[in-house]
């Protein structure tokens, strides 16, 4: 519902109206006062900046594509001063090229648009008594100094209406609205003026002008510089107090100022910051039992008797193994492993079964918690019903509404962009659209496995004779190791370009979608971009988890990829530890990255912008010219913030039974995490439009499916990944008769038995070695494959041992999975969504702006009708009365 106000259009590109009909805004020199945040007269607060370079010094553009450009913005500035909105011109100080426009919102506009927004603005302050936890004296150890940055004053609240003001809590105009509300106003008017007509269609928005270059930004300010107070007196240095109460390092085991931050930036980014502390404050409890299980298996590693027969020179000593690979690859001796299989003891141990179950748990927990904060901070912030009361269209929608439908609530007629067949069909391409990128993605991943299984061979037959040197650098560049490194420097590029490529891929798509809302815009971007990480990231997890050494056959048969390349195998240990190394260096290599990539660049862009600016000149420089200077937080905002947070919650819970000390990593990784976001925002981006935010959007059924995969994954990876399984099958049951030759239950021989043996003179002449260095002898199977041996009437088929261990294993998934789902199935029950407390408040908020609303009007009416109001009340409560018998 934007107000129908007088504006003045190009009717085309090529006709212009008379300049006299334009209005221009004032032009001011820089009073040199390079803190204040008002127009020159001291009195007007600058709620937006518009930049734009002058037309007339411009080279790069025909000249004229300059005059389009500067009719385009002189009648779009034109508009915004018939939409009431004031504005002031002022060149810059520093590049005379460049031209600022200041915009003042007067107060007749801001309360119109107010209402048109259905901004909650104070009725009056809140009365309702609130009880103080029992660890209030705990958590104020840790809270921000409340001289430094007063609690703000708790109000009831309702949608504005002009006609009511008297109602609502107005000590003073100039304060009534705060400076986030402000520039939230101005930026909804200035995304919907319009600035010309092409072939009947309405050209508007600061976003499409922005795009073509008529202005280079547009923004609202910082209060202050971040580095000392204001000089201003007017100016609160609110950016100072967050820098050095919030972004500062010293900061870095505080609580965060909520309050603060949604009032200054808006509760956008206050719901990301309060959702990224209670996820860093619920990762403690993890990191700490996970830290328990690691330390466990620290401390029963010696004690790990499988991985003792495979370092004793007696057993693992004289156990040969088969070559890895075809004629290139040799007999190798079991011993070699010796410690790997000690680290192994680490991570698979009876603690990392427990692990996996608390983290299950855990992350219901945390789901079920954040769901309870959420609902306070909706209160709290007022944004509660927000989507359906207060979220208008996207500008880009209203464009494109030609359709009329009738709406099935109101039975009017309103305008659509698309018909429901329209709308089927754009559904259909971009779901075919994200498939085809998905499915080109896992094309990639496969294309890398391929690439491994092909130069494996090929560095297994070349590496050793063309290195030259010394016996250590033939110990460390083996073939497994330049294949992996070559794998990965491969599969690191391919990740990289493919996430260019998808990024504008999906923007693409969902603009084409055209969706209604700025949340339902980023929902559906969310989506999709998180599908694509999703397969980009773990893929390498999946494939090493479930994959890589289940489908290789044995010595005799291998089993050979499009004919040729034959199957990786894992370690005798299995594939756990290469994935707990994988998941060490992808959770902290990412985080490194991720922290270089977005607080290295845009310091190193704004230094060296810094350096340029003091090269030329030494003048006093006005607030506006120095944030002009920061760097733009980009169109997709916070976006690639919870991207990169939920991909780490992935990390966590899906595959944390093979790395217990996931947790701990996230939670370091986290606490830098929130005061280097802090530090960036505050120091070196520009300020933010504030915009409303109920919830954490399409962030929190991702996060809720992960958490159902997560109890699937750590099951498969407990049953098929690690060797706990076949280890308590055998000590059951395989080590004592009739299987067993033992007296008592126990893991001595578990190497010997499950290693299934393999006669040299069995291998194919496709895959014999070139120099066999045992004849007429015998080898072991790289993997537990638990075959019958040499000899035998059912000679390399799967022996008893093996489908025990099958049915264990799928017994212990089915178990463990219905065990968790029930406790998280409860867990949900047992805690609802919204506090009680919660609850209360909305309601006895409700009910107090109900009737203050109505009483005040009731007092009015009473005021000006007198008597006449009060009989006729009493003849409305005498019909409804029942007659007396």
Known sequence: LVLELNKVIIPTYGTVPDQQNLHTPEWVDFDGKPDSLFFSDGQRRIDFVLVYEDESKKITHKRSDRKKQKR??????????????????????????????????????????AEVLHIKLPLQPNDLKTRDSAFNWFS????????II????????????????SNFYVQDKDTFFNPATRSRIVHFILSRVEYATKNNVKKFGINKLLDTGIYKAAFPLHDSSFRHLSTDPNCPSER????????????????????????????KIGIYFAWLGFYTNMLIMAAIVGVGCFLYGCLTKDNCTWSQEVCDPNIGGKIIMCPQCDKACTYWNLTITCESSKKLCIFDSFGTLVFAVFMGIWVTLFLEF?????????????????????????????ARCTHVVMNEITQQEEHVPYTACGKCMRMTFCASAVFFWILLIIASVIGIIVYRLSVFLAFSATLSQHISGTDAIRKYLTPQTATSVTASLISFVVIMVLN??????????????????????????????????????????????????????????????????????????????ELTTQLAIIVGGKAIWNNIQEVLLPWVKNLIGRYCAAARSEKIIPRWEHDYHLQPIGKLGLFYEYLEMVIQFGFVTLFVASFPLAPLLALINNMLEIRLDAWKLTTQFRRMVPQKAQDIGAWQPIMQGIAILAVV???????????????????????????????????????????????????KNASKPFSPWFVNQTCRQVYRDLRY??????????????????????????????????VKFIISYLIPDVSQKTKSQVKREKYLTQKLLHENDLKIVKKTMGKIADKIIQGVDSTFRPKAE
């Open 72 to 113: 385009k913005r002189q009648v779009y500035e034109s508009n915004l001063i018939n939409n009431g909105l004031q504005l002031e011109a002022t060149r810059s100080v520093l590049d005379e090229k460049l031209i600022f426009v200041k915009v003042h919102a007067p107060w007749e506009v801001l309360c119109t648009y």
């Open 140 to 147: 104020r150890l840790f809270r921000v100094d409340e001289n």
């Open 150 to 165: 007063k609690p703000e004053q708790e109000f009831f609240t309702a949608p504005f209406q002009k006609e009511l003001l």
């Open 240 to 267: 100072y107090l967050l820098y050095r109460e919030w972004a500062h390092p010293k900061n870095l085991f505080k609580l965060q100022p909520l309050d603060f931050i949604r009032k200054y930036y808006g509760e």
């Open 370 to 398: 954040w769901k309870r904060r959420q609902a306070e901070l909706e209160y709290e912030w007022d944004t509660v019903e927000y989507l359906e009361q207060e979220e208008q269209v996207r500008p880009e929608y209203e």
């Open 500 to 577: 260019i490529i998808y990024e504008k891929v999906a923007i693409l798509i969902t603009d084409f979608e055209l969706p209604r809302t700025q949340t339902d815009y980023e929902n559906s971007l969310t989506t999709k971009m998180f599908l694509f990480q999703f397969v980009n990231y773990y893929s390498s997890c999946f494939y090493i988890a479930f994959f890589k050494g289940k489908f290789v056959g044995h010595p005799g048969n291998p089993v050979y990829w499009l004919g040729k390349y034959r199957n990786e195998e894992c370690d005798p240990g299995g594939c756990l530890l």
């Open 713 to 763: 994954t750590n099951a498969m990876i407990i049953a098929f990944t690690s060797d706990m399984i076949p280890r308590l099958v055998y000590y059951w049951s395989f080590s004592v008769p009739p299987y067993g030759s033992h007296s008592s239950h126990t893991m001595k021989g578990y190497i010997n038995s499950t290693l299934s043996v393999f006669n040299i003179s069995d291998f």
């Open 789 to 822: 041996p040499p000899g035998h009437q059912h000679q390399y088929e799967h022996n008893i041992y093996y489908w025990h261990v099958i049915a264990a294993k799928l017994a212990f998934i089915i178990v463990m999975e219905h065990v968790i789902y029930f």
